[in-house]
Each structure stands twice: as structure tokens, then as C-alpha cells.
């Protein structure tokens, strides 16, 4: 079946610590996103890329980074500058670089210790 | 810029009553306008869709919504609903051919017995 692998599904951070969050989709999907999600406030989109070796920043974009160096794989590492990382990640793909029909993963939940 | 609003963000329904999600946007242009569904540490999926044309949309699990451009409102409705309703839904807007989609913070439905 096609889909969106997010692992791991929990994942915790030390302070000064860099991790990252992986995504990986065999949808054939052209464009992918990472969204974070905080209680009472919806989704916000963290950084997307339409295509291979190109992403693009989104509202929220300070303290992370991204890699696109294949189609079907699109990494989050959130570093050490991020002040406030305790969230819900979501990763998704859409078939074009549209907003058409978002495929969303199962989601990581990233704490702090 | 583009926003959206949902008003309520926990309703409470009986397992077999009616149920209506409000939404409002604003946007510039004529919106794309999308309903999503989260379960528990899930991963959204797309419940309808609305770019053109009648405004009543039908979509998946037996829900519907209606666009109303004089209210700038595309809520969702179900006639009788199931426990397995129970979640939490996100209206989201955006552009048309574009990679952006601006969500709403999400309502929460519980279903009693």
C-alpha cells in the first residue's frame, strides 16, 4: 500500500541537542511539507520542496532544517536554535506542487527532557 | 493574507444526532476551501473538497459542506453522526495551484452514547 512512513512516533530531545525527524513516501509524490501542530492552534507549515534538491522555507521555518535529496525522502532535523520544540510533526506530499490533496504521515511527537 | 476561523472549539453531540462544524475564511480571491479529519496521534485525511461550481459538497463518511460567499463560511454537516465521528476537524484555505493552505486551529467532537 502507498503511503507516508514517519518515524519514530516519540522521540525526545536533550538541551543543545540536534534531531531529526524522518519522512518517507512511496506515493511518487512530487512535493513535500512539514507542518507542526501545537494544541489550539492548527497546522503551520515548517518548510516544503516541489522537487528534488530544492525546499523552500515556511512561516515558521527558524530553528529547523530540511534536506530533498530524493523524491521519495524529505528529513526534518530540528536543531539546538529551536527554543520551543515540544510539538506534533506532521509530514505530507501532494501529487503536484499544489495544495489539491494533502497525503499527511501518522505524525512524531517530539518532547524535551 | 489568507485565515481561517472556527468558533468552536469543542462540541459534544449524542451518537445518531445531527452535527455542523462552522468555518469561516478570509481570503482575497476565490478560495479553495478544505475540511480535514485528525483521529488521536494520527495524520489528517481529507474529507471534501471545494474549488468551483455547486456549492453543497458531498464527501467521504457521509459528510457535507456548503460554501457561502456572502458569509465567507463553508461549514460542514453530518446528519447523524457515529462514535466513530469522534475527532478532531480542521478547515483549511488556500489558492488555487498553489503549495499553500492556511488551517484553521480545529474543533473537537466528542460523541456521547
Known amino acids: 500500500d502507498g503511503g507516508i512512513t514517519q518515524s519514530p512516533k516519540y522521540l525526545f530531545r536533550k538541551e543543545g541537542q540536534n534531531v531529526t525527524l524522518s519522512c518517507e513516501q512511496n506515493l511518487n509524490h512530487d512535493a513535500m511539507y512539514w507542518y507542526r501542530q501545537d494544541p489550539g492552534q492548527g497546522l503551520r507549515l515548517i518548510y516544503y520542496s516541489q522537487i528534488v534538491n530544492d525546499f523552500q522555507k515556511g512561516d515558521i521555518a527558524e530553528g529547523y532544517s530540511v534536506s530533498r535529496e530524493k523524491k521519495e525522502s524529505f528529513p526534518l532535523t530540528v536543531t539546538s536554535a529551536q527554543k520551543n520544540p515540544t510539538a506534533f510533526y506532521l509530514c505530507?506530499?501532494?501529487?503536484?506542487?499544489?495544495?489539491?490533496?494533502?497525503?499527511f504521515g501518522s505524525g512524531t511527537q517530539l518532547s524535551v527532557l | 493574507a489568507q485565515s481561517v476561523t472556527q468558533p468552536d472549539i469543542h462540541i459534544t453531540v449524542s451518537e445518531g444526532a445531527s452535527l455542523e462544524l462552522r468555518c469561516n475564511y478570509s481570503?482575497?480571491?476565490?478560495?479553495?476551501l478544505f475540511w480535514y479529519v485528525q483521529s488521536p496521534g494520527q495524520g489528517l485525511q481529507l474529507l471534501l473538497k471545494?474549488?468551483?461550481?455547486?456549492?453543497l459538497v458531498q464527501g467521504i463518511k457521509g459528510f457535507e459542506a456548503e460554501f457561502k460567499r456572502s458569509q465567507s463560511s463553508f461549514n460542514l454537516r453530518k446528519p447523524s453522526v457515529h462514535w466513530s465521528d469522534a475527532a478532531e476537524y480542521f478547515c483549511a484555505v488556500g489558492a488555487h495551484n498553489d503549495y499553500k493552505l492556511s488551517f484553521g486551529a480545529g474543533t473537537t467532537v466528542t460523541v456521547r452514547a
Open positions: 481570503y482575497g480571491a476565490t478560495p479553495y
Open positions: 505530507a506530499s501532494t501529487r503536484g506542487a499544489t495544495n489539491e490533496k494533502l497525503f
Open positions: 471545494y474549488f468551483s461550481g455547486d456549492t
